[in-house]
């Protein structure tokens, strides 16, 4: 009997379901398990019930947007140190100021997620991202 290699899962939070399609197509092909949700509220849900290795989350959604559960996991013990891509057709100087300006009002600052990318992203972006992440997380000095 052959032992079934272990994927890792990959959490993608978007509203756009081509965008689901397209990250869990790519994460399949790129010896991943992708899970999906299709807003901030699911998402959260499914971080605590799934346990990804990593999550890719889309900025601007309705109701529980993508920056308020980005936020929710930086201030969990638990679920902080999970890595993070941000996807957005906004750029990253306005993802940047949002943030910035947010954690005043809020009082605390948030370091920011491993990576910003706009949409669409380039496929082999966003594996390699995931692969440079995932590996430099789990050696000794990472």
């Given at each position: 009997?052959?032992?079934?290699?272990?994927?890792?899962?990959?959490?993608v939070?978007?509203?756009?379901?081509?965008?689901r399609?397209?990250?869990?197509?790519?994460?399949?092909t790129?010896?991943?398990?992708?899970?999906?949700?299709?807003?901030?509220?699911?998402?959260?849900?499914?971080?605590?019930?799934?346990?990804?290795?990593?999550?890719?989350?889309?900025?601007?959604?309705?109701?529980?947007?993508?920056?308020?559960?980005?936020?929710?996991?930086?201030?969990?013990?638990?679920?902080?140190?999970?890595?993070?891509?941000?996807?957005?057709?906004?750029?990253?100087?306005?993802?940047?100021?949002?943030?910035?300006?947010?954690?005043?009002?809020?009082?605390?600052?948030?370091?920011?997620?491993?990576a910003?990318l706009?949409?669409?992203?380039?496929?082999?972006?966003?594996?390699?991202?995931?692969?440079?992440?995932?590996?430099?997380s789990?050696?000794?000095?990472?």
């Open positions: 009997m052959v032992k079934k290699e272990k994927r890792p899962k990959i959490l939070v978007d509203d756009d379901p081509d965008m399609i397209f990250f869990s197509a790519l994460l399949k790129g010896g991943f398990h992708p899970i999906v949700a299709g807003n901030g509220k699911e998402g959260l849900d499914k971080v605590k019930k799934e346990n990804p290795a990593f999550i890719i989350i889309d900025v601007p959604m309705p109701d529980n947007g993508g920056m308020q559960m980005y936020r929710c996991l930086k201030q969990d013990k638990t679920l902080c140190c999970i890595p993070v891509i941000m996807v957005s057709t906004i750029d990253q100087q306005t993802f940047t100021h949002y943030q910035k300006t947010k954690g005043v009002r809020l009082g605390h600052d948030i370091s920011g997620p491993e910003f706009e949409k669409p992203p380039e496929a082999a972006e966003v594996l390699d991202l995931i692969r440079e992440t995932l590996t430099r789990m050696s000794p000095n990472g």
